[in-house]
């Protein structure tokens, strides 16, 4: 009897697994097919395409930065339009209110009883792919009217919640923080993002492509290639991806390194790193991690999908003292010696 109970069990196991082989499998192909898509429009930018892949596989939202003329703003109109999301644009200015944003109460006249009534009318934000454009250019009490929606997928207007769509991420641009007229986020604002993903310039050959297909009479087509309810399968795809216990141990280290306060952390952690990453960035790091193995080919974590993702997790996480940036020290610098510094015994294990 017991017997045939371990073979029943052992038939699950191998069910599951074989089930688990094939949903990651239809991961990769519908991400394959997305990233042809956004190819017809969007020239080079591939680091920063699987970047917002893994964002929305892992349920996070994304900070893109980067000077204007990037595609940022395109690059994330075009996911939308191949994922067949809800899509909608907010363009953040000086005068942005947070109502413009969650919608408000307004009194409408009800035709049949003559009454008026307190409707709710849904702002911008009641889609399923928000992009937030140039939000650092809208003062803090703007900026935190997303902080609800960003966590809890709903919003709260006048003691009333109303929950979002599912999926649902917000897809942010910003502006490098020394031009005029931006306001940096919050702390907790930048804690909200998985991901902070610098655009850089295209190369020649990338820069020369965009002309041509921007200057001439053809004009290139995306569709829509994958619904949300199979985006919703995808992620939880990743979150069945098995976590070694040693790239938990990993992961662990490297963000709990980069804390000043905590008792282990090295001393110059302390003189370059004013403000240190939290808990969730443990999580979101994790997540990241089991997306891109996915995307890789692999059912399991490494030490590369970490090290790789470490920098758009923590690069706004971390914040540096008035001494790291006298002595010209970015945050990737900071990120890559804690890596470089992980404890022995982590390095041992992978």
């Known amino acids: 009897m017991a017997s045939q109970e371990s073979f029943l069990m052992t038939q699950v196991q191998e069910s599951d697994k074989l089930d688990d082989q094939e949903r990651a499998a239809r991961l990769v192909e519908v991400c394959q097919k997305v990233r042809t898509q956004v190819g017809r429009i969007v020239v080079g930018q591939d680091e920063v395409v699987e970047q917002l892949l893994i964002a929305i596989l892992a349920r996070g939202h994304c900070l893109l930065e980067g000077v204007p003329g990037l595609a940022k703003t395109l690059m994330i109109r075009s996911l939308a339009e191949t994922m067949n999301l809800g899509f909608n644009r907010i363009q953040f200015t000086p005068d942005l209110m947070p109502a413009d944003i969650t919608g408000t109460d307004i009194i409408q006249e009800n035709r049949e009883t003559g009454h008026r009534d307190l409707v709710f009318e849904k702002g911008p934000i009641f889609t399923q792919m928000l992009l937030a454009d140039e939000i650092n250019r809208t003062p803090p009490k703007t900026q935190a009217a997303l902080l609800e929606a960003m966590q809890e997928h709903e919003v709260t207007v006048g003691g009333k919640t109303y929950r979002l769509d599912e999926p649902f991420f917000v897809l942010a641009t910003q502006n ?175």
Not at 190 to 204: C, E, G, Q, T
Not at 270 to 293: H, M, N
Not at 318 to 328: L, Q, S
């Open 176 to 350: 490098p923080i020394e031009q005029e007229g931006t306001y940096p986020l919050p702390e907790a604002q930048r804690d909200r993002f998985l991901f902070n993903v610098i655009v850089d310039y295209p190369s020649r050959e990338q820069e020369g492509d965009i002309i041509d297909r921007t200057t001439s009479m053809v004009t290139a087509r995306i569709e829509a290639v994958v619904t949300g309810s199979e985006i919703i399968d995808c992620q939880e795809t990743v979150r069945r991806v098995p976590l070694p216990e040693h790239v938990k141990n990993l992961v662990l280290d490297l963000v709990r390194s980069a804390r000043p306060k905590d008792e282990t952390t090295a001393p110059w952690v302390r003189e370059l790193i004013d403000w240190g990453p939290g808990p969730r960035a443990c999580q979101q790091l994790v997540l990241a991690a089991k997306a891109r193995a996915l995307l890789q080919g692999r059912y399991h974590v490494t030490r590369d999908d970490v090290e790789i993702l470490a920098f758009p997790v923590l690069r706004h996480r971390i914040v540096p003292t008035f001494n790291a940036e006298a002595e010209g020290v970015s945050v990737d610098d900071l990120i890559r010696r804690l890596i470089r510094e992980l404890p022995a015994a982590s390095k041992q294990l992978l």
